[in-house]
């Protein structure tokens, strides 16, 4: 499993949000307090930001633990930014070792993380890889089921899906296929979509306006929601809403990938387009 977060609000160090929380994304690498499975997340992290005029985020990702890197605190300490997505891994067995394999994946404006796991992976998943089309599955940045559920999840996002209804409809495919753990999380930059399907997630709306969503608290203080299990969660600014994730919902519309059938039109494609 992993521990990951998403910040939406007032510009911010993004060490406020990834290194100073005492139960953070720091604490939750070496120390979780409600992690279900797993008890170390050492095996890479990653953090994605966006700068005030450019919808195409930035990332900073590592191989090893986030606690033995010594220039994460100076990066951190100097970039501000309004919208944040962090994450720390514990590799599932058979996927790849290295950077390139820890979240956030980007594409174009989007941020993604997966904390969980696809049992069985990748036998037991070719439903799911039989989503996307060739040139897209080639495209994968690493050889894991994360990569694999980002890549069926960027596939809806540029056929026009909204961020709730691309992870849901992604959860509900994946959850076909076996007993997946699929807390998924996306965002871009302005708003922010999480599922909760066999971890725990939570919610703090803060009176600034900010937004938390994250595996498990940072701190023991007030205003900490949790989301219920196979449901999905949406908020912005704005607001917040919580979707049941079941069966038969409207989101379970996902069909196979038919070389034979005309491909819904996706827009430009270029190199700064594609998974990471």
Same mark, same amino acid.
């Given at each position: ?177 076996? &007993? ?5 999380? =996306?965002? #871009?930059? %302005?708003?922010?979509? !999480?599922? $909760?399907? *066999?971890?725990? /997630? ?17 701190? &023991? ?5 949790? =989301?219920? #299990?196979? %449901?999905?969660?949406? !908020?912005? $600014?704005? *607001?917040?809403? /919580? ?34």
């Amino acid at each position: 499993m992993c521990r990951h977060f998403a910040y939406l609000g007032r510009p911010v160090a993004i060490r406020s949000v990834l290194l100073d929380p005492p139960f953070g994304l720091l604490r939750q690498s070496w120390a979780p307090r409600l992690q279900r499975h797993g008890t170390v997340n050492a095996d890479g992290y990653g953090v994605g930001w966006y700068a005030d005029g450019d919808e195409r985020p930035a990332r900073y990702r590592r191989e090893g633990p986030i606690w033995a890197d010594g220039d994460l605190a100076d990066l951190a300490r100097v970039v501000r930014s309004s919208a944040v997505l962090g994450a720390v891994r514990s590799a599932t067995a058979g996927c790849a070792a290295g950077a390139q394999a820890a979240a956030p994946f980007a594409a174009g404006r989007w941020l993604f993380s997966h904390n969980g796991v696809l049992p069985g992976w990748p036998r037991a998943f070719a439903p799911l890889a039989g989503l996307l089309p060739p040139d897209e599955l080639l495209e994968l940045e690493a050889r894991t089921d994360s990569a694999l559920l980002w890549a069926v999840v960027l596939n809806r996002l540029r056929s026009g899906a909204e961020l709730g209804d691309a992870l849901a409809e992604v959860c509900l495919a994946a959850a076909e296929s076996g &007993d997946a753990r699929l807390n998924l999380l =996306v965002t #871009d930059g %302005t708003s922010v979509a !999480a599922t $909760a399907w *066999g971890d725990t /997630l939570f919610l703090r709306r803060d009176p600034d306006g900010s937004v938390l969503v994250a595996s498990e608290p940072f701190d &023991d203080g007030p205003g900490w929601s949790e =989301v219920p #299990d196979r %449901t999905l969660l949406v !908020a912005d $600014a704005a *607001g917040s809403s /919580l979707t049941p994730l079941t069966p038969h919902s409207p989101h379970s519309s996902l069909t196979p990938h038919s070389p034979q059938s005309p491909q819904a039109a996706t827009g430009p494609r270029t190199r700064e387009d594609v998974p990471r």
